[in-house]
Structure formats: structure tokens, C-alpha cells
T-cell receptor
Framework: DTGVSQDPRHKITKRGQNVTFRCDPISEHNRLYWYRQTLGQGPEFLTYFQNEAQLEKSRLLSDRFSAERPKGSFSTLEIQRTEQGDSAMYLC?????????????FGAGSRLTVL | GDSVTQMEGPVTLSEEACLTINCTYTATGYPSLFWYVQYPGEGLQLLLKATKADDKGSNKGFEATYRKETTSFHLEKGSVQVSDSAVYFCALSSSGGYQKVTFGTGTKLQVIP
């Protein structure tokens, strides 16, 4: 297993365009998370999947954001009508229980720049 | 809701100096506590964890003790190296539901030779 993979690593887009990010988690992990990280801040929770079910979505997330995890494997995060404030690093993580703790394994992230 | 507060950086230390990065938390129940590290150009990775009160997590010379009475999980290392330069994030995982993980804002550590 090569860990959590994210694609693309970098995306530059113009305001108003749609973008989609993909995450391939560790195959044995049934939990998958999306976080957003801006410069100088910690990861901010966006949404969570257990298998194919999206169980929580942050109240901070506008309707322009949507995520899916068909068949409980890879996940996609789509941002419609991007705004400059969407510029950030989008992190995907999958998790497993390790000695009673929910340990996240992160991908390298997808950096979005909205011009 | 759950929250994590950690000391602001950046922290600049000379090699072999002692390190303490403070972290306090607010949570209901009995969360698990973590330190994650992000080296330059790399993704976040788990450094250490503790799952119950008085547990001590340790890894790579770093230690942190879960103090429920003070709701703290301070990161310590007796002698830092240049290779420890990174951003350190304190985090907690709630004890209920799907164990959502909440992160602090991160503390940047720079170790100079």
C-alpha cells in the first residue's frame, strides 16, 4: 500500500470555474476525511465518510462544496464557482483504530490557487 | 464543541536546547490526544498519541503526557536537532460518535546549528 494519494497536487484556476480533487485512501481504511488548511492555520474539518456514507459536513462549508465516495473507495471533492477565498491546501486523510485511538493518515494535499 | 489551543510560534532554538510546546484542550468525555508533525514539503504525520489520563506518548525523543486535571498535552524534547525543524500540531479525537479529529493552529519550530 502506498498510503493516501491525492490528485492533482496543484491546481490553478480562475474565479468562477469548477474544480475537482480526488483522494485514494489506504485500502483497508473505511473512514475518510477532508480537511482544508490555509497558511499559518491548522487543518479545518470539512467532511467525513464512513464507507460510502457521508456522515458529517462542516457547517462552515457552503453549498458550492460537494463530496462523494462511491463504493466506499476513492473520494472526490468538487468546488463549484470557485472564489479567491477558496485558495487553500485541501487535505484528505483516512483512518484506522490504533490501540484504541483514531489515527489519521494524511495525503500530501492538493493546493488550490484561485486567481 | 471540541477545541485545541497551542502556543503560538515560531519557536527558534539552538541545537541541543530543551523544547516545550504547550497545548490545552476543551472536550467532553475522554478524548484521545495527538501530536502531528509536518516537515517542510511533506504531509502531516503522526508523531505520538495518548488515549487516557496519565498516559505518556513518546516517539523520536519527543514525549507528551495526558493531563486530565489541567486538560493539557504539552510536547517536550530534551535535546532538539536541526532535523526537528517542522510545524507541530496538537489534536484531539472525540470519544463519541465517529471520533472527529480537531487540530490546533500549529507551532513552527526552527532549530539552528
Amino acid at each position: 500500500d502506498t498510503g493516501v494519494s491525492q490528485d492533482p497536487r496543484h491546481k490553478i484556476t480562475k474565479r468562477g470555474q469548477n474544480v475537482t480533487f480526488r483522494c485514494d485512501p489506504i485500502s483497508e481504511h473505511n473512514r475518510l476525511y477532508w480537511y482544508r488548511q490555509t497558511l499559518g492555520q491548522g487543518p479545518e474539518f470539512l467532511t467525513y465518510f464512513q464507507n460510502e456514507a457521508q456522515l458529517e459536513k462542516s457547517r462552515l462549508l457552503s453549498d458550492r462544496f460537494s463530496a462523494e465516495r462511491p463504493k466506499g473507495s476513492f473520494s472526490t471533492l468538487e468546488i463549484q464557482r470557485t472564489e479567491q477565498g477558496d485558495s487553500a491546501m485541501y487535505l484528505c486523510a483516512s483512518s484506522a483504530q490504533v490501540s484504541g485511538a483514531n489515527v489519521l493518515t494524511f495525503g500530501a494535499g492538493s493546493r488550490l490557487t484561485v486567481l | 464543541g471540541d477545541s485545541v489551543t497551542q502556543m503560538e510560534g515560531p519557536v527558534t532554538l539552538s541545537e541541543e536546547a530543551c523544547l516545550t510546546i504547550n497545548c490545552t484542550y476543551t472536550a467532553t468525555g475522554y478524548p484521545s490526544l495527538f501530536w502531528y508533525v509536518q516537515y517542510p514539503g511533506e504531509g502531516l504525520q503522526l508523531l505520538l498519541k495518548a488515549t487516557k489520563a496519565d498516559d505518556k506518548g513518546s516517539n523520536k525523543g519527543f514525549e507528551a503526557t495526558y493531563r486530565k486535571e489541567t486538560t493539557s498535552f504539552h510536547l517536550e524534547k530534551g535535546s532538539v536537532q536541526v532535523s526537528d525543524s517542522a510545524v507541530y500540531f496538537c489534536a484531539l479525537s472525540s470519544s463519541g460518535g465517529y471520533q472527529k479529529v480537531t487540530f490546533g493552529t500549529g507551532t513552527k519550530l526552527q532549530v539552528i546549528p
